[in-house]
């Protein structure tokens, strides 16, 4: 499972921090659940990472474009911070 692993300043600006493939090197835990417990416990408590969609990554991996690649990491992460704020009030 491919992850987006970001930051959210005071200022509300959201920087990339990583893309993390969760899947163990011996193929087990293909959903990347192992990962997403052990990032739960950060500071953060998770917060700041999002599981990629199947079809987000399909179109990740099909384009070339590096701006178009930009926008479908934006909108997931957007997707995911909206969600959890919404939770989180």
Known sequence: MLF??????SEGEIELVALINAVEEDGQDPEGEAWLAWRATHD?????????SPAALKAMESTEDPEE?????????LADRASKEEVAS
């Open 44 to 52: 953060d408590e998770g917060m700041g990472c999002v599981g990629v």
């Open 4 to 9: 987006i692993e970001y930051d959210v300043n």
């Open 69 to 77: 690649l930009l926008a479908i990491v934006e909108r997931v992460i």
